[in-house]
């Protein structure tokens, strides 16, 4: 059974940073071969795209955390990680990883910055 497991979640600053990791864990498939996403949902609004890396190392980010956020992927230890930096309120959210071929879900971390 295919676990997504999120960490690293937690209070942070206005303008500091923080880093989350998601594990993957009884994978069918390959670690190596998939795209991998990080979304987040902040209260009352709709789960969103935050940042995508293909198996190719290829990133997509939303507009709202170019320049701040990096999506980055260890394959050998078939770990995720998004690095977000400059924090704003507005990344207040739960923060989810994602992967669309097996469609399946982490648990969610939630990520609150302070003004």
């Known amino acids: 059974q295919v676990q997504l497991v999120e960490s690293g979640g937690g209070l942070g600053q206005a303008g500091g940073s923080l880093r989350l990791s998601c594990a993957a864990s009884?994978?069918?498939?390959?670690?190596?071969?998939?795209?991998w996403s990080w979304y987040r949902q902040a209260p009352g609004k709709q789960r969103e795209l935050v940042a995508r890396?293909?198996?190719?190392?290829?990133?997509t980010y939303a507009d709202s955390v170019k320049g701040r956020f990096a999506i980055s992927r260890d394959n050998a230890k078939k770990v995720t990680y998004l690095q977000m930096n400059s924090l704003k309120a507005e990344d207040t959210a739960v923060y989810y990883c994602?992967?669309?071929?097996?469609?399946?879900w982490g648990q969610g971390t939630q990520v609150t910055v302070s003004s």
């Open positions: 009884g994978l069918s498939f390959t670690f190596a071969t998939r795209t």
């Open positions: 890396i293909s198996r190719t190392g290829s990133t």
């Open positions: 994602y992967e669309g071929d097996a469609n399946v």
